[in-house]
Nanobody, 122 residues
Framework: QVQLVESGGGLVQAGGSLRLSCAAS????????MGWFRQAPGKEREFVAA????????YYTDSVKGRFTISRDNAKNTVYLRMDSLKPEDTAVYYC???????????????WGQGTQVTVSS
């Protein structure tokens, strides 16, 4: 089992920045590919970003490319999502995810965090 706990969400004005953190415990963190998803009210959960166990492969959904940066520190069992130039449409609950493969879809996720709210005001 892998337990994931997100932090760093909050309320920010459009154009601002936030950094989300996801702390992992349980089985060896460095063996898992990690990612971030988000879910806005009334919408399905969607992929945001993913990073391989080594950090060598990174993917982003088109709407966040150039604004969001995913990274990981295997020594700290933590994955991060740096979010810059935030827009109101980025408002959602953000979920950390772990899987044995690149977690670019919900079907590939083995473990979920509980989520953290990000609200971007206009």
């Amino acid at each position: 089992q892998v337990q994931l706990v997100e932090s760093g969400g909050g309320l920010v004005q459009a154009g601002g920045s936030l950094r989300l953190s996801c702390a992992a415990s349980g089985r060896t963190f460095s063996r898992y590919d990690m990612g971030w998803f988000r879910q806005a009210p009334g919408k399905e959960r969607e992929f945001v970003a993913a990073i391989s166990w080594s950090g060598a492969r990174i993917y982003y959904t088109d709407s966040v490319k150039g604004r969001f940066t995913i990274s990981r520190d295997n020594a700290k069992n933590t994955v991060y999502l740096r979010m810059d130039s935030l827009k109101p449409e980025d408002t959602a609950v953000y979920y950390c995810a772990a899987g044995a493969q690149m977690v670019v879809s919900t079907a590939l996720v083995d473990y979920w965090g509980q989520g953290t709210q990000v609200t971007v005001s206009s």
